[in-house]
């Protein structure tokens, strides 16, 4: 089957380029010229040139194609990159969208995210795809890109597409020569003390998310969105269980919402000066909330399973001995 794959040089796109290969599909990844498209080397993929958000590039590249797994997205947790954002994430999936439309493609998979679902309360179940989205009012404006591409998508599906959504949570995993969420452990080997936040995240491996976009694309219901999550944890057990498997005695220092809100207090001269804070408006929000999701319809529809954040542990230590010795 021929495949298009936008965000093909990012962490997900990668997995899901080298995945979709070896699964015998014939792959086109698309890469903007200002990407390091030599992470895909080694991997047997057709190449386009082109961006989401340039309309004829993208229906150059979707002609052709039988499916296109739109995962190309601008993710910052910045005000100073809302714009960006909003072209990427709004007006490049309605590029996508109408490409899809043109070219007859006949199922697209968009990635869009937890951000989008909505952030359950202190103490409410985690939440499913059916969650009230309830970060409508500004404070997260990633969140609500992703909330406007999923209404694009859906609009897309009522005139003919065949869309499935997908929500992916915190990714881990390797990219190249780094590891993306390896600091959580490496800040738990170098340190003899280490901050946490006061909320919780919902960790997942990319390769578990990518086979359950695989499923989706086989299983998926038109116009249905999945949650492709993990565990829940709060940041005080991630940072635990870190230093448990490293056999450290660590003291461990909760960092209070007054903090991260006066540290993010400067974020408006840092943007001035075109720096990026240490801590932005957007991260002293997200740093209280508990973002716990469950991934039980994806469980049940498509057979999603995802490993336990303990086994993400060992895979960032496996990767480190490989590269640059032992964490242990």
Same mark, same amino acid.
């Given at each position: 089957?021929?495949?298009?794959?936008?965000?093909?040089?990012?962490?997900?796109?990668?997995?899901?380029?080298?995945?979709?290969?070896?699964?015998?599909?014939?792959?086109?990844?698309?890469?903007?010229?200002?990407?390091?498209?030599?992470?895909?080397?080694?991997?047997?993929?057709?190449?386009? %040139?082109?961006? #989401?958000?340039?309309? $004829?590039?993208?229906?150059?590249? !979707? @002609? =052709? /194609?039988?499916?296109?797994?739109?995962?190309?997205?601008?993710?910052?947790?910045?005000?100073?990159?809302?714009?960006?954002?909003?072209?990427?994430?709004?007006?490049?999936?309605?590029?996508?969208?109408?490409?899809?439309?043109?070219?007859?493609?006949?199922? %697209?998979?968009? #990635?869009?995210?937890? $951000?989008?679902?909505?952030?359950? !309360? @202190? =103490? /409410?179940?985690?939440?499913?795809?059916?969650?009230?989205?309830?970060?409508?009012?500004?404070?997260?404006?990633?969140?609500?890109?992703?909330?406007?591409?999923?209404?694009?998508?859906?609009?897309?599906?009522?005139?003919?597409?065949?869309?499935?959504?997908?929500?992916?949570?915190?990714?881990?995993?390797?990219?190249?020569?780094?590891?993306?969420?390896?600091?959580?452990?490496?800040?738990?080997?170098?340190?003899?003390?280490?901050?946490?936040?006061?909320?919780?995240?919902?960790?997942?491996?990319?390769?578990?998310?990518?086979?359950?976009?695989?499923?989706?694309?086989?299983?998926?219901?038109?116009?249905?969105?999945?949650?492709?999550?993990?565990?829940?944890?709060?940041?005080?057990?991630?940072?635990?269980?870190?230093?448990?498997?490293?056999?450290?005695?660590?003291?461990?220092?909760?960092?209070?919402?007054?903090?991260?809100?006066?540290?993010?207090?400067?974020?408006?001269?840092?943007?001035?000066?075109?720096?990026?804070?240490?801590?932005?408006?957007?991260?002293?929000?997200?740093?209280?909330?508990?973002?716990?999701?469950?991934?039980?319809?994806?469980?049940?529809?498509?057979?999603?399973?995802?490993?336990?954040?303990?086994?993400?542990?060992?895979?960032?230590?496996?990767?480190?001995?490989?590269?640059?010795?032992?964490?242990?």
């Amino acid at each position: 089957m021929k495949i298009l794959v936008t965000g093909a040089t990012g962490l997900l796109g990668y997995h899901l380029c080298r995945n979709l290969v070896e699964r015998g599909h014939r792959v086109t990844a698309l890469w903007r010229a200002s990407s390091n498209a030599s992470i895909l080397n080694g991997i047997k993929v057709d190449r386009a %040139l082109g961006d #989401v958000t340039d309309s $004829a590039s993208m229906e150059a590249a !979707a @002609r =052709g /194609q039988a499916v296109v797994i739109h995962a190309a997205a601008h993710l910052a947790y910045w005000s100073k990159e809302r714009d960006v954002q909003n072209r990427v994430n709004i007006e490049g999936t309605r590029n996508v969208v109408a490409a899809c439309q043109r070219a007859g493609v006949q199922r %697209l998979i968009f #990635v869009s995210s937890i $951000a989008a679902v909505g952030f359950p !309360a @202190r =103490g /409410q179940p985690p939440a499913d795809e059916s969650f009230p989205f309830n970060l409508g009012h500004g404070k997260l404006n990633y969140a609500i890109t992703k909330k406007r591409g999923e209404e694009i998508v859906l609009n897309g599906c009522k005139s003919g597409l065949d869309a499935v959504i997908v929500n992916p949570a915190t990714l881990f995993g390797e990219l190249g020569e780094h590891y993306r969420g390896s600091e959580w452990v490496e800040k738990i080997r170098n340190r003899r003390l280490a901050s946490y936040y006061s909320g919780g995240r919902n960790l997942v491996h990319v390769e578990d998310v990518v086979n359950g976009m695989v499923s989706a694309l086989e299983r998926g219901k038109t116009g249905e969105r999945y949650i492709l999550g993990g565990e829940n944890l709060t940041y005080k057990e991630v940072a635990r269980k870190a230093a448990e498997r490293l056999g450290k005695k660590i003291l461990l220092i909760p960092v209070p919402p007054a903090v991260t809100g006066i540290l993010s207090s400067l974020d408006p001269l840092f943007s001035v000066a075109g720096r990026r804070p240490p801590v932005t408006r957007e991260v002293h929000f997200t740093a209280s909330q508990f973002q716990y999701f469950t991934s039980a319809k994806a469980e049940q529809a498509l057979g999603y399973t995802f490993r336990p954040y303990s086994e993400i542990i060992e895979d960032i230590l496996n990767w480190h001995d490989q590269r640059t010795g032992s964490l242990a």
